[in-house]
């Protein structure tokens, strides 16, 4: 991990589904390289589901946080632009009801910041198109969560990036 954060210079950095219950400093510094990085960990369920959200102290100045089920929000400031921030590091349940109350979550506490930059980054465990994922049955339930998730993406004025390289990842 150190040496691709070197390699593309990385200033922040979420991480879905370590299967760590407890994370320490003396890991994080290994994982980055360096001590000189900031971390915020949520320990999901005995570690399922567990997420990580780390940057470095030269590039975003840390000034709060939220953890709540299936998320950490890192609020903050990136320092070469001089933008305040919020980086949402997100590992999403697969079962819909979870999914819907956290994308309710979500746009209510990004409601509440509007006027800061945001990233929402992880793995929502969901699809924008049926193409996007293979051998998953469902019809009509499998269409409510590609409405829900589009919905909710449009709600919050969300732009999703393309995935570069490989179409399933």
């Not at 499998?142 to 732009?159: A, C, H, M, P, Q």
Request: net charge positive; with cysteine; proline share 1%.
């Amino acid at each position: 991990m150190k040496h691709f954060i070197a390699k593309e210079g990385a200033e922040f950095l979420c991480l879905q589904e370590i299967k760590a219950a407890t994370v320490s400093d003396n890991k994080c510094f290994s994982l980055w390289g360096d001590s000189n990085v900031g971390w915020i960990h949520n320990e999901g369920v005995n570690g399922a589901g567990s997420i990580l959200s780390m940057w470095h102290k030269e590039a975003f100045r840390y000034d709060k946080h939220v953890v709540g089920s299936g998320f950490i929000a890192i609020l903050g400031q990136h320092l070469k632009s001089n933008n305040l921030c919020v980086v949402i590091n997100v590992y999403a349940a697969c079962n819909l009801s979870d999914k819907v109350a956290l994308w309710e979550t979500l746009t209510s506490f990004k409601s509440l910041h509007q006027s800061v930059a945001w990233c929402f980054c992880g793995d929502f465990n969901a699809v924008r198109r049926e193409d996007e994922r293979k051998g998953v049955r469902g019809g009509s339930s499998k269409k409510k969560r590609i409405s829900g998730f589009n919905d909710f993406i449009e709600r919050n004025y969300l732009v999703d990036v393309p995935v570069v390289g490989k179409k399933y990842t």
